[in-house]
Protein backbone atom coordinates (compact mmCIF):
# COMPACT_ATOMS: atom_id res chain seq x y z
CA UNK A 1 0.00 0.00 0.00
CA UNK A 2 3.27 2.44 0.03
CA UNK A 3 3.24 2.66 -3.55
CA UNK A 4 -0.14 1.65 -4.51
CA UNK A 5 -2.74 4.34 -5.92
CA UNK A 6 -6.81 4.03 -5.60
CA UNK A 7 -8.42 2.38 -8.75
CA UNK A 8 -10.91 5.22 -10.52
CA UNK A 9 -14.24 2.76 -10.92
CA UNK A 10 -17.13 3.53 -12.88
CA UNK A 11 -20.67 2.06 -12.68
CA UNK A 12 -21.28 -1.20 -15.56
CA UNK A 13 -24.12 0.73 -16.89
CA UNK A 14 -21.61 3.85 -17.53
CA UNK A 15 -21.82 5.21 -21.26
CA UNK A 16 -18.43 3.64 -23.11
CA UNK A 17 -17.37 6.57 -24.61
CA UNK A 18 -18.39 9.11 -21.75
CA UNK A 19 -15.89 7.08 -19.59
CA UNK A 20 -12.74 7.10 -22.69
CA UNK A 21 -12.94 10.71 -22.95
CA UNK A 22 -12.46 10.83 -18.94
CA UNK A 23 -9.64 7.96 -19.19
CA UNK A 24 -7.84 10.06 -22.06
CA UNK A 25 -7.97 13.29 -19.88
CA UNK A 26 -6.62 11.66 -17.12
CA UNK A 27 -4.53 9.53 -18.92
CA UNK A 28 -5.66 6.42 -17.59
CA UNK A 29 -5.18 3.23 -19.28
CA UNK A 30 -7.72 1.47 -17.29
CA UNK A 31 -10.63 2.27 -14.47
CA UNK A 32 -12.32 -0.43 -12.87
CA UNK A 33 -16.14 -1.54 -13.27
CA UNK A 34 -18.51 -1.80 -10.69
CA UNK A 35 -21.37 -3.99 -10.15
CA UNK A 36 -23.89 -3.90 -7.65
CA UNK A 37 -21.37 -1.53 -5.84
CA UNK A 38 -18.85 -3.70 -6.01
CA UNK A 39 -15.67 -3.36 -8.37
CA UNK A 40 -15.72 -6.78 -10.35
CA UNK A 41 -13.23 -6.22 -12.80
CA UNK A 42 -11.66 -3.59 -15.26
CA UNK A 43 -11.87 -1.78 -18.96
CA UNK A 44 -9.00 -0.35 -20.86
CA UNK A 45 -9.40 2.78 -22.72
CA UNK A 46 -8.34 1.58 -26.41
CA UNK A 47 -11.08 -1.17 -25.93
CA UNK A 48 -13.91 1.46 -25.57
CA UNK A 49 -16.07 2.36 -28.41
CA UNK A 50 -19.66 2.03 -28.48
CA UNK A 51 -22.43 1.02 -25.81
CA UNK A 52 -21.71 0.58 -22.21
CA UNK A 53 -18.81 -0.38 -20.02
CA UNK A 54 -20.09 -4.09 -18.97
CA UNK A 55 -19.60 -4.95 -23.03
CA UNK A 56 -15.81 -4.01 -22.61
CA UNK A 57 -15.03 -5.37 -19.35
CA UNK A 58 -12.49 -7.97 -18.35
CA UNK A 59 -12.69 -9.78 -15.34
CA UNK A 60 -9.32 -10.33 -12.44
CA UNK A 61 -6.94 -13.05 -13.07
CA UNK A 62 -6.73 -14.20 -10.01
CA UNK A 63 -3.69 -15.63 -10.68
CA UNK A 64 -1.47 -12.71 -12.18
CA UNK A 65 -3.88 -9.93 -11.33
CA UNK A 66 -4.50 -9.66 -7.90
CA UNK A 67 -1.98 -9.02 -4.73
CA UNK A 68 -3.47 -8.23 -1.06
CA UNK A 69 -2.27 -5.25 0.35
CA UNK A 70 -0.40 -7.18 2.97
CA UNK A 71 1.97 -8.54 0.33
CA UNK A 72 5.63 -7.43 0.10
CA UNK A 73 7.40 -5.54 -2.23
CA UNK A 74 8.84 -8.59 -3.79
CA UNK A 75 5.61 -10.15 -4.14
CA UNK A 76 4.48 -6.62 -6.46
CA UNK A 77 7.49 -6.88 -9.05
CA UNK A 78 6.70 -10.50 -9.01
CA UNK A 79 3.51 -9.76 -10.16
CA UNK A 80 4.26 -6.44 -12.12
CA UNK A 81 6.99 -8.82 -14.33
CA UNK A 82 3.64 -10.70 -15.87
CA UNK A 83 0.94 -7.99 -16.75
CA UNK A 84 2.91 -4.82 -16.54
CA UNK A 85 0.43 -3.62 -13.18
CA UNK A 86 -1.36 -5.40 -10.58
CA UNK A 87 -4.28 -4.53 -8.70
CA UNK A 88 -4.72 -4.52 -4.94
CA UNK A 89 -6.92 -6.55 -2.83
CA UNK A 90 -8.00 -4.81 0.66
CA UNK A 91 -10.57 -7.06 2.46
CA UNK A 92 -10.50 -9.12 -0.19
CA UNK A 93 -12.18 -7.08 -2.68
CA UNK A 94 -10.19 -4.85 -5.68
CA UNK A 95 -9.27 -1.14 -4.00
CA UNK A 96 -6.27 0.16 -5.77
CA UNK A 97 -3.60 -0.83 -8.17
CA UNK A 98 0.24 -0.42 -8.99
CA UNK A 99 2.04 -0.19 -12.36
CA UNK A 100 5.49 0.06 -13.01
CA UNK A 101 5.71 3.43 -13.28
CA UNK A 102 4.87 3.23 -9.05
CA UNK A 103 8.49 1.63 -8.64
CA UNK A 104 10.09 4.79 -9.03
CA UNK A 105 8.16 6.13 -5.46
CA UNK A 106 10.98 6.70 -2.60
CA UNK A 107 9.70 3.17 -0.83
CA UNK A 108 10.57 1.00 -3.32
CA UNK A 109 13.69 2.79 -4.09
CA UNK A 110 14.85 2.56 -0.53
CA UNK A 111 13.78 -1.13 -0.52
CA UNK A 112 15.74 -1.58 -3.61
CA UNK A 113 18.93 0.52 -2.35
CA UNK A 114 18.95 -1.15 1.22
CA UNK A 115 18.65 -5.27 -0.50
CA UNK A 116 21.38 -4.40 -2.56
CA UNK A 117 23.74 -2.50 0.04
CA UNK A 118 23.59 -5.92 1.90
CA UNK A 119 24.52 -7.59 -1.04
CA UNK A 120 27.26 -5.48 -1.48
CA UNK A 121 28.09 -6.12 2.42
CA UNK A 122 27.87 -10.25 1.91
CA UNK A 123 30.26 -10.02 -1.09
CA UNK A 124 33.29 -7.93 0.93
CA UNK A 125 33.04 -10.51 3.89
CA UNK A 126 33.33 -13.51 1.49
CA UNK A 127 35.98 -11.82 -0.22
CA UNK A 128 38.05 -11.35 3.26
CA UNK A 129 37.11 -15.22 4.16
CA UNK A 130 38.24 -16.51 0.71
CA UNK A 131 41.09 -14.54 -0.24
CA UNK A 132 42.63 -13.96 3.53
CA UNK A 133 45.65 -13.65 1.32
CA UNK A 134 44.73 -10.70 -0.62
CA UNK A 135 45.42 -12.65 -3.73
CA UNK A 136 42.54 -11.84 -4.88
CA UNK A 137 44.59 -8.76 -6.96
CA UNK A 138 45.44 -10.97 -9.50
CA UNK A 139 42.41 -10.88 -10.71
CA UNK A 140 41.29 -7.79 -11.19
CA UNK A 141 42.86 -5.46 -14.08
CA UNK A 142 45.53 -3.26 -13.00
CA UNK A 143 43.82 -0.29 -13.41
CA UNK A 144 41.28 -1.12 -11.38
CA UNK A 145 43.23 -2.12 -8.68
CA UNK A 146 44.82 1.60 -9.07
CA UNK A 147 41.55 3.06 -8.64
CA UNK A 148 40.64 1.12 -5.73
CA UNK A 149 44.56 2.16 -4.12
CA UNK A 150 43.72 5.43 -4.48
CA UNK A 151 40.65 5.67 -2.82
CA UNK A 152 42.55 4.15 -0.29
CA UNK A 153 45.07 6.94 0.08
CA UNK A 154 42.31 9.65 -0.02
CA UNK A 155 40.56 8.11 2.49
CA UNK A 156 43.81 7.33 4.62
CA UNK A 157 44.37 11.08 4.04
CA UNK A 158 41.02 11.82 5.87
CA UNK A 159 41.52 9.67 8.92
CA UNK A 160 40.20 6.71 7.59
CA UNK A 161 41.49 3.57 8.35
CA UNK A 162 40.25 0.64 5.87
CA UNK A 163 41.49 -2.17 3.70
CA UNK A 164 41.96 -2.26 0.13
CA UNK A 165 38.86 -4.60 -0.20
CA UNK A 166 36.53 -1.89 1.62
CA UNK A 167 37.94 0.60 -1.27
CA UNK A 168 36.80 -1.88 -4.32
CA UNK A 169 33.49 -0.68 -6.27
CA UNK A 170 30.50 -3.09 -6.44
CA UNK A 171 31.62 -4.12 -9.83
CA UNK A 172 35.32 -5.00 -8.76
CA UNK A 173 34.03 -7.41 -6.03
CA UNK A 174 31.44 -9.20 -8.57
CA UNK A 175 33.98 -9.62 -10.86
CA UNK A 176 36.43 -11.39 -8.67
CA UNK A 177 33.89 -13.35 -6.93
CA UNK A 178 33.06 -14.67 -10.44
CA UNK A 179 36.21 -16.52 -10.52
CA UNK A 180 34.92 -18.54 -7.73
CA UNK A 181 32.50 -21.47 -8.70
CA UNK A 182 31.03 -21.79 -5.04
CA UNK A 183 29.61 -18.22 -5.51
CA UNK A 184 28.23 -18.91 -8.69
CA UNK A 185 26.66 -21.65 -7.95
CA UNK A 186 25.06 -19.37 -4.75
CA UNK A 187 23.30 -16.84 -7.31
CA UNK A 188 22.03 -19.90 -9.85
CA UNK A 189 24.82 -18.53 -12.40
CA UNK A 190 26.59 -21.35 -14.53
CA UNK A 191 29.15 -19.64 -15.94
CA UNK A 192 31.69 -16.57 -15.31
CA UNK A 193 29.70 -14.60 -18.47
CA UNK A 194 26.30 -15.03 -16.76
CA UNK A 195 27.34 -14.18 -13.52
CA UNK A 196 29.46 -10.78 -14.06
CA UNK A 197 26.25 -9.38 -16.38
CA UNK A 198 23.71 -10.30 -13.01
CA UNK A 199 26.56 -8.55 -11.49
CA UNK A 200 26.60 -5.63 -13.76
CA UNK A 201 22.64 -5.39 -14.05
CA UNK A 202 22.47 -4.79 -10.05
CA UNK A 203 25.09 -2.28 -10.63
CA UNK A 204 23.19 -0.41 -13.05
CA UNK A 205 20.36 -0.64 -10.81
CA UNK A 206 21.89 0.45 -7.76
CA UNK A 207 23.98 3.67 -9.46
CA UNK A 208 20.39 4.60 -11.09
CA UNK A 209 18.76 4.62 -7.47
CA UNK A 210 21.96 6.62 -5.72
CA UNK A 211 21.87 9.28 -8.54
CA UNK A 212 17.38 9.58 -8.63
CA UNK A 213 17.73 8.28 -12.07
CA UNK A 214 14.43 6.30 -13.48
CA UNK A 215 15.06 2.36 -12.76
CA UNK A 216 12.44 1.20 -14.97
CA UNK A 217 13.91 2.53 -18.51
CA UNK A 218 13.56 0.98 -21.74
CA UNK A 219 14.97 -2.38 -20.19
CA UNK A 220 12.51 -2.58 -17.33
CA UNK A 221 12.11 -6.17 -17.54
CA UNK A 222 15.78 -7.23 -17.69
CA UNK A 223 15.24 -4.83 -14.12
CA UNK A 224 11.81 -6.49 -12.72
CA UNK A 225 13.17 -10.22 -13.14
CA UNK A 226 17.02 -8.79 -11.60
CA UNK A 227 14.73 -7.43 -8.92
CA UNK A 228 12.50 -10.53 -8.22
CA UNK A 229 15.74 -12.71 -7.73
CA UNK A 230 17.43 -10.23 -5.17
CA UNK A 231 15.73 -11.63 -2.18
CA UNK A 232 16.91 -15.28 -2.85
CA UNK A 233 20.38 -14.55 -3.85
CA UNK A 234 20.93 -12.56 -0.51
CA UNK A 235 20.02 -15.50 1.51
CA UNK A 236 21.87 -17.97 -0.93
CA UNK A 237 24.98 -15.19 -0.75
CA UNK A 238 24.37 -15.65 3.03
CA UNK A 239 24.43 -19.27 3.17
CA UNK A 240 27.66 -19.35 1.20
CA UNK A 241 28.96 -16.78 3.55
CA UNK A 242 28.29 -18.52 6.56
CA UNK A 243 30.35 -21.73 5.04
CA UNK A 244 33.45 -19.91 4.45
CA UNK A 245 32.94 -18.77 8.40
CA UNK A 246 32.53 -22.25 9.37
CA UNK A 247 36.53 -23.52 11.08
CA UNK A 248 38.14 -25.89 8.77
CA UNK A 249 38.37 -29.82 9.80
CA UNK A 250 41.97 -30.50 11.33
CA UNK A 251 43.82 -33.54 9.22
Known amino acids: M ?16 TVRDFM ?9 IRQDGLVTGYIRREDLSTGICRDHMRPF ?10 ASLIDVVKSLAINE ?17 DLEKP ?48 RSRCGQKVDLIDCLQYGDKGWILSYDEDFRKALG ?11 RELETLRNN ?17 ACSRLEQNLEMINSHLNLLKQPKAEG
Open 2 to 17: DIAEPLISFDANADAR
Open 24 to 32: RDKDFDLVG
Open 61 to 70: NTGDDLVSDT
Open 85 to 101: RCFVTILHRVGAIITLS
Open 107 to 154: PMRMFLFGIITVSEMMMTEILRHRYRDDSWQTLISIQRLSKAKQLQEE
Open 189 to 199: QESRRHARRAI
Open 209 to 225: LAHTQEIIPSGWQRIVI
